[in-house]
């Protein structure tokens, strides 16, 4: 990858509000995005992990196919909505290498001209059955390092 100076990341935050819909929060999302001629790196979807199905099909309609990382961290909203909201970290300016590890997405590097940076997310077991908690974070962790040796 070849650095490109000006370059700058940013972060967007967009959370249900009321009478919203998966659809309608992640078309806010896109629009955010595009406004800013953004690069999604990675994103954190906050909300019950009984919704993911429903928002990532909402997700891949409003921002198409992840091939960025996705996160998901467990909790409904305040006020009890399946999903408080997501946290999307993107770039505008420069050129986005993704890290795919065991078909998996990753992570994301680019380079700002300054520094070569890699932003890595959706880490996890890649199967829990059968598989004890402590099984489980040893894989994250071989996962995750794996993915910097790819970085």
């Given at each position: 990858?070849?650095?490109?100076?000006?370059?700058?990341?940013?972060?967007?935050?967009?959370?249900?509000?009321?009478?919203?819909?998966?659809?309608?929060?992640?078309?806010?999302?896109?629009?955010?995005?595009?406004?800013?001629?953004?690069?999604?790196?990675?994103?954190?979807?906050?909300?019950?992990?009984?919704?993911?199905?429903?928002?990532?099909?909402?997700m891949e309609a409003a921002l198409g196919v992840p091939v960025w990382?996705?996160?998901?961290?467990?909790?409904?909203?305040?006020?009890?909505?399946?999903?408080?909201?997501?946290?999307?970290?993107?770039?505008?300016?420069?050129?986005?290498?993704?890290?795919?590890?065991?078909?998996?997405?990753?992570?994301?590097?680019?380079?700002?001209?300054?520094?070569?940076?890699?932003?890595?997310g959706g880490l996890g077991p890649t199967a829990v059955a059968g598989?004890?908690?402590?099984?489980?974070?040893?894989?994250?962790?071989?996962?995750?390092?794996?993915?910097?040796?790819?970085?």
């Amino acid at each position: 990858m070849r650095p490109i100076a000006g370059a700058t990341d940013f972060v967007l935050t967009e959370w249900i509000q009321p009478g919203d819909d998966f659809a309608t929060m992640f078309g806010r999302l896109a629009l955010a995005l595009a406004e800013h001629e953004g690069t999604l790196l990675s994103m954190m979807v906050f909300g019950n992990v009984s919704a993911h199905t429903e928002a990532m099909q909402a997700m891949e309609a409003a921002l198409g196919v992840p091939v960025w990382p996705v996160t998901w961290v467990e909790g409904a909203s305040c006020e009890g909505a399946p999903l408080a909201g997501v946290q999307a970290f993107a770039v505008a300016g420069a050129e986005v290498q993704r890290l795919v590890l065991g078909g998996r997405v990753l992570g994301s590097i680019y380079d700002d001209g300054a520094a070569r940076h890699c932003l890595l997310g959706g880490l996890g077991p890649t199967a829990v059955a059968g598989m004890e908690r402590p099984a489980q974070v040893q894989q994250m962790f071989a996962a995750l390092e794996s993915a910097l040796d790819l970085a």
